[in-house]
């Protein structure tokens, strides 16, 4: 009973690729409604303890921050890249953009982790009871401002991984797939990828740079 | 009460009256409406059961005037019941004046009280029966909330800020505290009794209490022993604020800012006073975070709110 | 005869087997699954409220220590909203009636809606895992700081599994959006949709907006449990009443996601054994995507003494107030689809006529608790217990029973005792009422909610209220054994026993594998009973019986 198209519940091809862009973007409503309210507490904190926000922000680091949204923007572009060649059919380059996409995204988890293994090392991270030490007025909220940022950043890290595991596996089964499940796979898993680069868009902003 | 069995909580406070006179006026209403709906249904049920000779001509199966009418009415009907409840509720936050002020302080598992004159109970409570009381709640470690049915007031108790409840008793006797917000193990034992009593009785009451110091006493105490007096007093060379008077009072902040010194205030500069400086001076004091428990801290915010004796009472400057 | 040979074996029969059932993408048996794990989880959560029941008819704690009962009624909660109620109509009658209601051979995404059956018992096992291991002790509510600081239970385990299932409701969420969009038969618009597949967009759009908000609230507490993260704690300048506006702000849509599935099955149900069209068909329909949107501005109702201000309590009673509103027009819709019927009284009908008496009871002592001074008085005691056992118990559950009993005959393709049926409905009715109306008086006499132990002087109505759960239980294990038999020994249903509109009808009891042998189209709108041809066939019921 087995029809071309993936689910049973399609006639037509391009109706079920209609319906799979759909759900992927209710499903990143979804998403945006987990960070929005992360975020949201992050804003209000914010505003509560705006000076030390501030004094806590600084710390971060600003070039590490600075090279991680241009590693993510130009995996996004990569991306874009991929989308631009599976729809000329051009499989080959798609392929190598897609690895592209995905190691750039490994690059920005590496850079990530030295930053975190650096706020470990200088005292900075109020987590699994490591030691929190902090010059400057009003240690606590400072102390709340880290406590948020590595919620917020390790959840977005979390997303990544996800993506680059999606893309890793998409690419193993790469042979096996035909083509015009390639297209719209390419599609659903590209805006989830660009959803999870905007959100890093939101957060370096109003981690880094809104208190500076 | 009929054999014993209770269906209404006893009326003994000043407001007890007023939420009744809604509850019963909104019992009436609502039943008045179910019984109406319910005997519709029954009727209709019997009436148009299956085979009945009911006339069934003219049947409709929307009717625009009247799905108009039910929604527009219940829309106002439901305007007045919210009217209504947030009149009442709404001067919870406006105690009257000239209040007696009762220190609250919830911990696992067990209601502290401190009176003005230092007089200390644990789940009892007495109060003056045709007064003002505000309890100033605390709590040392979860959520609690002060809840007396009988004078249909409750109020949660939040660490990590005070908040009031208030009531005048209006009748003497004695009445069931609870704790209504869910805290742990021994929720359910976390209770006692308020004793309303006359006013003499009361002061005689206090007065067999035993003379411990006033609540204000004990922190005018701490904040020597702690050593605020040290920079805090007008002959001190550090410069710190003078607290005479500071209750109640607007205070100019070094970020341009104006707050008004009210319990919020008080408490955070005890406990993160680099928050919010006192415009002119340095960000040297120290934290007394871990340093003050719950019970320290409403000691040294009933000290301070002595030395500005007008503004004490005035509590809406603490909502 | 020989549309008998020629008809292709039914879902049922297309392959046994577990890895049959446990690797099918088939909508319908998936549903299967869930109906099966979800009847468990409503027995173990039943099992729990029956020993707190027991053990509240005296007022001495005697039967179980307080930090045992502090378990029984945190674990109820949690299984109960999370693991029954929030999946139950959707994920069972949804998943089986959707696509067979818009005309579809399955959801969009059958793979998808086996995995959310997979990750469903992956937090399962995780909240039982909870259980075995001793339990949780912060009420379904995980307020922190108890939850967070001092609560001893393994509350990480069990928000983890609360966490997971949650992404089990977000995937059918997705699933029920895109096949409702996508997927609807040729000329089966919007206004043509039965009322149900309505309330389950609204439902599928709650899930997909609110569980993520309960999701970041319970990896906060996760967090702070485990990494030391303080994102409520205090001490750290964290706040404790953050949580209780994170987890509002999920769990009261969350309240939606558990009654809009409920109103949609009786608005099935009255105008089929009335054989009226539903009064109002278009407010009916509105007012569920009005509820859905409202929902999401009304959660600071639960807060009214936590101490937020008492501005922010005015509005949210306000807006509670407006939220009212469109459930009080769904029940005057319903009444009036009686009027001038042709009633009949089959187990469904009786259901469903409960469901209305026990929400509109249930919605109006809501009215109460939005009254701000009232509900000062009332929050947090028995009066709210038993405002939302009314719409959650009195409503989904009664609802969910009305709906399994009218598409069982689909579910299965046999019939079970009527008789039975209907003494079940009435014994769970009776008991209900029994168990329910007196907790109301002790709420508003000041009982506090979740206490081991009480003042003697409220036994009277404890009393009454543990009678009543012995009744409840009995009128639910009854449909256990009768559905059992039936689903085994009852006789053959015909494709559409009730004479009801809907496509579901139109194809085999129980269905072909892909639902439909002709794929079908719509001309006419829903709950058309002047159409011709439609006939009750169970005037006299179980003629096959004989």
Known sequence: ?212 | MSFGIPFTPPEASSIAGSVDMLFYTLLAFTAALGIFLASLVVFYAIKYRAGSKAERTGERARSLPLEVAWTVASLLIAFVIFGWGAALFLRREHPPLDALEIAGLGKQWMWEFRHPGGQREINELHVPVGKTVIVSLASQDVIHSFFVPAFRVKQDAVPGRTTHVWFIADEPGRYHLFCAQYCGTQHSEMGGWVTAMPPEDYAAWLGNQGKGDTLAADGEKLFRALGCSGCHEKSSKVRAPDLAGIFGRPVALENQQTVVADERYLRDSILEPKKEIAAGYDPVMPSFDGIVDEGEMQMLLAYLKSLSPRAATRNEATQ | MSTEALRPSSYLGEGAGPAAWLLTTDHKRVAWLYLMSLTAFFFLGGAFAVLMRVELATPAGDLVSDDTYNRLFSLHGIIMVWFFLVPSIPATLGNFLLPLMIGARDLAFPRLNLASWYVFILGSAFALASVLAGGVDTGWTFYTPLSTLYANGFVSMAALGVFIVGFSTIMTGINFIVTIHTLRAPGLTWFRLPIFVWTMYATALVMVLATPVLAASLILIVLERVFGIGIFNPALGGDPLLFQHLFWFYSHPAVYIMILPGMGVVSEVLPCFSRRPLFGYKAVALSSMAIAVFGFLVWGHHMFVSGQSAYAGVLFSFLSFCVAIPSAIKVFNWSLTLRKGEITFETPMLYALFFLALFTFGGLAGLFLAALAIDVHVHDTYFVVAHFHYIMVGGMVTAYMAGLHFWWPKLTGRMYSETWGRIAATVTFLGFNLTFFPQFVLGFIGMPRRYHTYPPEFQFWHVLSSAGAVVLAFGYLMPLFYLGWSMFRGPRAPANPWGATGLEWQTASPPPPHNFDTMPSVSRPAYDYAMKGLQHETFSPHKDEA
Not at chain 1, 19 to 37: C, K, R, Y
Not at chain 1, 82 to 101: Q, Y
């Open chain 1, 1 to 212: 009973m087995r029809s071309s198209t993936e689910s049973v519940a399609f006639d037509t091809k391009a109706r079920e690729k209609a319906a799979d862009t759909f759900g992927m973007w209710v499903f990143i409503g979804s998403e945006a409604m987990l960070f929005g309210a992360i975020l949201l507490v992050f804003l209000i904190a914010r505003i509560s303890y705006g000076t030390a926000f501030a004094a806590a922000s600084q710390r971060l680091s600003l070039p590490l921050g600075t090279l991680n949204t241009a590693v993510l923007l130009t995996s996004s572009f990569a991306m874009v890249l991929a989308h631009t060649f599976t729809a000329s059919r051009r499989w080959r380059p798609a392929v190598w953009a897609l690895i592209c996409t995905s190691l750039l995204g490994i690059v920005f988890l590496f850079v990530k982790a030295v930053e975190y293994g650096r706020e470990f090392k200088e005292g900075l991270a109020p987590v699994l009871g490591a030691p929190f030490s902090f010059t400057g007025p009003d240690p606590t909220h400072a102390e709340f401002f880290f406590a948020l940022y590595f919620a917020m950043t390790s959840l977005h890290a979390l997303h990544l991984i996800c993506g680059v595991a999606v893309i890793a596996g998409m690419l193993l089964l790469w042979p096996g797939t035909t083509e015009a499940s390639r297209t719209h796979r390419v599609q659903a898993i590209g805006l989830y990828w660009h959803f999870v680069d905007i959100v890093w868009v939101f957060l370096f902003p109003v981690l880094y740079l809104i208190n500076r």
